[in-house]
C-alpha cells in the first residue's frame, strides 16, 4: 500500500534508538524465522526464542549469526554448492576468499515445472542437469536471491514464500567486509547474475526472465548490478538483460558500510555514517537506462532512518526516463527494516509467477 509519509517530528536519537535496537533486531529474527518453509517453522520460532534472550549482550550481527547456523541445522542441504566464478571471470580482489565464499544454489521446485525430477544434481554441473532441462516444456522464470546483513554478515537462503512456485531461485553468498572491500561484493553479485544469464536455460531456467532481488544490503547489490553497467559488463553481460531488479529496502543512498570503509577501512560497522550519493549510489544512476524496477519498502515510522524516503526519491527520478517500462513502489503498513521482507517477498513471488503464465 502506498502512503503519504508525512510524520510528527521527533527526536534522532529516540527514534534512532527505537529502528536500530527494536527495528534492526527484532526484524532480524522475524526475517529469519519467515524465510524457510513451512515444516521447519515451528523449530526456527524456537530457535529465535531461546537466542533473544542474549540478544543485547551479544550484539544484533552475533545473533544473527547464531540463528542462521541453529536454523541451519533444522533445514534441508542445499541443493548445490556452486563456484559461480568460471576459470575465465576475472576476480577483483582476494582468490582465495572468492573461491572459498562466492557460491550460489539452483533450487527447482519439485512437482510444480512439469517434472517429478530432484532439484539439482548434487554437485550442481551443468552437464548433468542436461536431461531435466529438457523434461521441463517450457523455461520458467528466475530470482536471483542477495541477502543481508550490512555487506558484513549473513548467508545465502531462500525466502519461505519462494519455495514451491513456478520460478527458479538462485540464492547467492558474496564477500564480506571487512576480510574484503565493500565494492567486491558488488563484483560478487554481478559474476553471480552472469552465470545465472549463462547457465541457468540448463537448469530450465529463462534468461530473459531473469530478476535479481534481496534484502537490506542484498537490496542495494540488486540495485546497483541493475543500474551500473561496468560491473556487468565486465563479465560479459549487459545490465538490461536483467528483466527487473526488486530491492525490498535497499539502501539508494551510498551504502552506510562503504561509507564507514573510507573513513577507516577497520570499522565494521558504519550506520551512523552520514548521507552521501556518489557512485557507489543507485541514486547516481538514475538518468541511465536500467531494467524495471521494484521498490519495497516497510513504514516510514518504523523503517530505518530516511529509507523509505530515499527510495521514493529514487522512484521519483527513475520515472524521469524516457520510456521506462516499469517504476513501482510499495511501502507496506506496521513493518520494520525486518518484518517488511514478509510482505516484500510476497510481492515478488507474485510478480515473478505471473511472469511464467
Not at 526475517?31 to 523449530?43: D, G, N, P, R, Y
Not at 541511465?288 to 516497510?298: A, D, Q, R, T, Y
Request: glycine letters at 8%; one cysteine or more; proline letters at 4%.
Amino acid at each position: 500500500m502506498k502512503r503519504n509519509f508525512t510524520s510528527k517530528r521527533i527526536g534522532v536519537w529516540s527514534r534512532f534508538g527505537k529502528i536500530a535496537l527494536g527495528g534492526c533486531f527484532f526484524g532480524i529474527l522475524g526475517l529469519f524465522s519467515s524465510i524457510f518453509a513451512q515444516e521447519t517453522v515451528k523449530k526456527t520460532s524456537e530457535i529465535s526464542q531461546e537466542v533473544s534472550r542474549e540478544a543485547f549482550q551479544k550484539g544484533t550481527q552475533e545473533v544473527s549469526r547464531e540463528i542462521t547456523q541453529k536454523i541451519q541445522k533444522v533445514t534441508e542441504k542445499p541443493t548445490a554448492d556452486i563456484l559461480y566464478y568460471t576459470e575465465t571471470m576475472p576476480i577483483v580482489g582476494d582468490e582465495v576468499y572468492a573461491r572459498e565464499r562466492c557460491r550460489l544454489d539452483v533450487y527447482r521446485p519439485k512437482n510444480r515445472l512439469g517434472t517429478e525430477t530432484d532439484n539439482e544434481p548434487e554437485n550442481g554441473t551443468e552437464n548433468e542437469t542436461e536431461n531435466q532441462a529438457e523434461s521441463v516444456s517450457q523455461k520458467v522464470p528466475v530470482v536471483v536471491w542477495f541477502h543481508g546483513g550490512g555487506l558484513s554478515g549473513g548467508n545465502r537462503h531462500i525466502p519461505g514464500q519462494f519455495l514451491n512456485q513456478k520460478f527458479l531461485v538462485v540464492p547467492v553468498n558474496y564477500r564480506l567486509f571487512p576480510r574484503a572491500r565493500c565494492q567486491e561484493a558488488i563484483f560478487d553479485a554481478a559474476a553471480a547474475v552472469a552465470w545465472v544469464l549463462e547457465n541457468i536455460s540448463a537448469y530450465g531456467g529463462n534468461p530473459e526472465k531473469v530478476c535479481v532481488a534481496g534484502h537490506s544490503a542484498g537490496g542495494y547489490l540488486a540495485a546497483m548490478v541493475a543500474l551500473d553497467a561496468r560491473y556487468l559488463a565486465k563479465f560479459g553481460k549487459s545490465n538490461m538483460d536483467i528483466y527487473a531488479s526488486l530491492p525490498v529496502s535497499g539502501q539508494m543512498t551510498t551504502h552506510f558500510q562503504v561509507v564507514g570503509e573510507r573513513r577507516d577501512a577497520t570499522r565494521t560497522s558504519g550506520a551512523n555514517n552520514p548521507l552521501q550519493i556518489d557512485e557507489m549510489a543507485p541514486l547516481f544512476y538514475t538518468t541511465k537506462p536500467c531494467p524495471n524496477m521494484h521498490l519495497l519498502v516497510g513504514d516510514p515510522k518504523l523503517e530505518w532512518q530516511g529509507r523509505v524516503e530515499e527510495n521514493y526519491l529514487f522512484a521519483a527520478m527513475l520515472r524521469t526516463i524516457k520510456g521506462h517500462k516499469e517504476v513501482e513502489i510499495r511501502s507496506y503498513d506496521s513493518t520494520n527494516h525486518g518484518t517488511v521482507a514478509v510482505p516484500a517477498c510476497e510481492y515478488i513471488r507474485d510478480y515473478v509467477n505471473q511472469l511464467g503464465e
